[in-house]
């Protein structure tokens, strides 16, 4: 029997753990403060995502555990290894940009609600990489869910933002009841929740157990594949992305994907090993059909200039989300870590996204539709804006200037690859050419000539007798840092892309 003495290393939990003190502090103080100060919560939450970032540094060496029993098993709870600080650091750094984008937007919204449940879904986000046992893994899941239902349809009377709310907490509540049906059908079988502990029993299940350990694992992969936007799993995605205000779609698009991937690591590559030819296969069907869904849908919309820009990015989500599943299928046929080619891109994909979404969110205060035809001409009225746009883009389509986009799909390119998953290379070969298109086709928007203008003509200023909200022209401070911070980061990983791809290179666990 164990002994249910546990010992707490307090730093290493301390980035979570910040952030959840942060979210009560400020839900208390929104009680108090006058509705002038309400901004004041805003750059509290600010400040207090930058002191979890800080507390990333003192454990960077990626050797503590804690919560651990005091068997012989040396199972642990919570492992703030290399894997996990990368991970907070992705969630802690993207919820510290949508606080940046929210800060002009929550004038319109309760303000205390709001911050409160961005830095409780932050917290749940940032605890799930380090869970290693399966209950602490369900509870960080759903601590970073359930907040983010709350904040899809937090605009108040706004018909779409309920039915992307009720839609997305549909869907979240049958994957949460599938993933727990799977994740009780290995407790049983195995006797333990502990990630290392039921990767060694499920190779020793009895036979009469062997088809309930099976139906466990696969019914956990599926419960995870709803959170990752996986086809088939993936009809939440556009919707909510559109209904949802926009500093929360471009959380959802980023770190709500970080969640998914992350627990979705955790159980295949250190719980379900023995059952490798189940998940392998699985994930390397659910990749490329993910893959081909997405751009084919972003493809589609692309033709229709009336489309919604927000929308278009949704289905590219989808998209990079199938070349995301690539490496970890691939883990199941190499005995080559291969898991650091999806935090590798993972971390390209959150910086680039999260920068085309600081974008369309600057785009949507002259053009609250954002529709693609309010792209057309943004290099005559905002030069800097368009071709920093233009830059993410090209780094999402994998081509140059965009360096590092081009390097994490070749990464990801060569371990499926190296696993011998020849056909998985070809649909994202196919794939890579499909978001080609739309992708450039959306960046030769930007540099068109307004849409009141013939091709080829210079552009004029608009007419002085309507001029635009000078509110609506001016671009808030916070906004403008967001778009500044992934211009920086996207233009300095593509000039040493070695900072990224390294992780693809070194054993994460």
């Known amino acids: 029997m164990p002994s249910l003495v546990q010992s707490v290393d ?15 502090a400020v839900l208390v103080a929104d009680l108090f403060v006058p509705r002038r100060s309400k901004p004041l919560l805003g750059y509290a939450t600010i400040a207090g995502l930058v002191a979890a970032l800080a507390l990333l540094v003192p454990i960077r060496a990626g050797d503590r555990s804690t919560f651990c029993l005091t068997t012989d098993s040396h199972a642990c709870s919570y492992t703030a290894d290399h894997f996990t600080l990368v991970i907070q650091a992705l969630v802690l750094g993207g919820a510290l940009l949508t606080a940046l984008l929210s800060l002009a937007d929550t004038r319109k919204l309760p303000a205390g609600e709001f911050w409160f449940l961005l830095l409780s879904s932050a917290a749940g986000a940032a605890l799930l990489p380090a869970a ?10 759903e601590v970073a869910s359930l907040p983010a239902f709350a904040l899809v349809g937090i605009k108040r009377g706004d018909r779409r933002s309920s039915e992307a709310a009720l839609k997305f907490f549909l869907s979240s509540v049958v994957a949460t009841a599938v993933t727990l049906l799977g994740v009780s059908f290995v407790y049983a079988t195995t006797g333990t ?104 849908a972003a493809l589609r919309q692309s033709a229709d200039r009336a489309r919604s820009a927000v929308r278009l990015l949704a289905w590219s989500s989808v998209g990079q989300a199938g070349y995301l599943l690539v490496p970890i299928a691939a883990a199941a046929y190499s005995s080559d870590d291969q898991i650091g080619a999806t935090v590798a891109y993972a971390l390209m994909y959150a910086v680039v996204n999260l920068g085309a979404f600081a974008v369309a969110a600057l785009v949507a205060r002259t053009a609250p539709g954002n529709r693609l035809s309010d792209y057309r001409g943004l290099y005559a009225t905002r030069p ?25 799909k070749v990464t990801v390119f060569s371990s499926a690859v190296d696993a011998g998953l020849g056909w998985l290379a070809v649909v994202m070969a196919a794939n890579v050419v499909i978001g080609l298109y739309y992708y450039l086709r959306w960046t030769a928007t930007l540099f068109r000539a307004p849409a009141d203008e013939p091709d080829g003509a210079p552009a004029v200023p608009a007419p002085v007798a309507a001029p635009a909200a000078p509110d ?31 992780f693809a290179a070194i054993d994460l666990f």
């Not at 307090?10 to 009560?24: D, E, F, Q, S, Y």
């Not at 290693?132 to 899941?141: M, Q, S, W, Y």
């Not at 991937?261 to 189940?278: E, K, R």
């Not at 609506?472 to 070695?498: D, E, W, Y």
Request: glycine share 10%; aromatic share 8%.
């Open 10 to 24: 307090w730093l290493a939990i301390a980035p979570p753990v910040v952030v959840a003190a942060v979210a009560l």
């Open 132 to 141: 290693r046992d399966l209950a602490t893994l369900v509870v960080a899941l």
């Open 193 to 296: 929740v502990h990630l290392t502990e039921i990767a060694g029993r499920l190779d020793d299940v009895p036979g009469r157990f062997e088809t309930l350990a099976g139906a466990g694992v696969v019914l956990t992969l599926v419960g995870f594949a709803f959170k990752t936007a996986a086809a088939p799993f993936h009809f939440w995605v556009p919707d909510t992305y559109v209904g949802a205000p926009l500093p929360v779609a471009a959380y959802l698009s980023v770190v709500g994907k970080a969640v998914g991937f992350s627990g979705l690591i955790l159980v295949t590559v250190i719980a379900f090993p023995s059952y490798a030819d189940v998940w392998g296969p699985a994930l390397a069907v659910l990749a490329a059909l993910t893959m081909t869904i997405g751009n084919v």
């Open 384 to 408: 800097v804006t368009a071709l920093v746009m233009g830059f993410f883009l090209l780094c999402l389509a994998g081509l140059p200037p965009g360096i590092i986009g081009l390097f994490a």
């Open 472 to 502: 609506r022209l001016r671009a808030p401070a916070a906004l403008t840092t967001a778009i500044a911070l992934t211009a920086v980061v996207g233009v300095v990983l593509s000039g040493a892309p070695q900072l990224v791809l390294r």
